[in-house]
């Protein structure tokens, strides 16, 4: 799919880097203060941690290369959607689709693409909740709309795709078949321990609830 976005027409490289770091800035200064918001409504914290990145030179070309592109400054503004990724780990599934909520309400913000991995999980078994949108950057005499890729999930998420990322790797992409069925079962364990922890958590605030 191709989206035509005010940042494509950027022609120099450092300058499309510093967009992408301040798209990141944006988005970073935006999930802190929900989650000091949330905080301060709910006295609690959905939000565990956050991680942001801006893709390699090496790995933009790369991907360029895999769809079939040749590896153009236009090119990458078209055709890659994670130059700029921001990771938000939550402790609960429920807090995926809260902060998400959070996010599209954002009048700034444009919602390109959302790529639900959570409902419909990959065949590795990878789940995570993926958002691509665009953030109005202001430059001098200009405003690019930059696209930032958004990914949110639980920690028991990550640590999976930590380690299946780490596997592809090391064995670039040919994965011995038992340790990817190893690596699938793991992801199924790993649902059951978000549902779990999740239930016992609506259990322990409903108890507490009832005792005010
Ligand atoms: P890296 O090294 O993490 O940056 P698209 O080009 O949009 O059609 P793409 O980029 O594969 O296809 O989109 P998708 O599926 O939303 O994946 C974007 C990113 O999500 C990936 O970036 C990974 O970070 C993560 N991801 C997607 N699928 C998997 C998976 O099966 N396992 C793990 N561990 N991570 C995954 P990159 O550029 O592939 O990798």
New binding site residues.
């Given amino acids: 799919m191709e989206y035509q976005v005010l940042g494509s027409g950027v022609e120099d490289w450092e300058t499309l880097i510093l967009l992408y770091n301040s798209a990141l800035k944006e988005i970073g200064t935006k999930v802190d203060i929900l989650n000091d918001e949330f905080q301060h409504i709910h006295q609690y914290n959905p939000i565990e941690h956050t991680k942001m990145r801006v ?1 390699t030179s090496e ?1 933009i070309v790369r ?1 360029l290369r895999k ?1 079939g592109y040749e590896a153009t400054i236009p090119n990458m503004q078209k ?4 130059i700029a ?1 921001v990771r938000i780990i939550c402790s609960f599934t429920s807090d995926i689709y809260r902060i998400a909520d959070m996010i599209r309400n954002q009048s700034d913000l444009k919602i390109l ?1 959302i ?1 639900d ?1 959570i409902k419909t999980p ?1 065949e ?1 078994g ?1 789940k ?1 909740y ?1 958002m ?1 949108v665009t953030v109005p950057i202001f430059l001098s005499d200009s405003v690019y709309d930059t696209k930032v ?1 958004i ?1 949110i999930r639980t920690v028991a998420m990550d640590f999976w ?2 380690l ?2 780490k596997m ?1 790797y090391k064995f670039e992409s040919n994965v011995p078949e038992h340790i990817k069925k190893e690596l699938y079962d793991c992801a199924k364990m790993v649902s059951d321990l978000d549902e779990r922890m999740l239930k016992l958590n609506e259990e322990i605030l409903k108890s507490a609830e009832a005792e005010k």
């Fill in positions: 893709k790995s991907k769809k055709y890659v959607s994670d990724g693409e790529r991995y990959k590795s990878y995570s993926h691509i890729e990914q795709a930590s299946e990322h592809n």
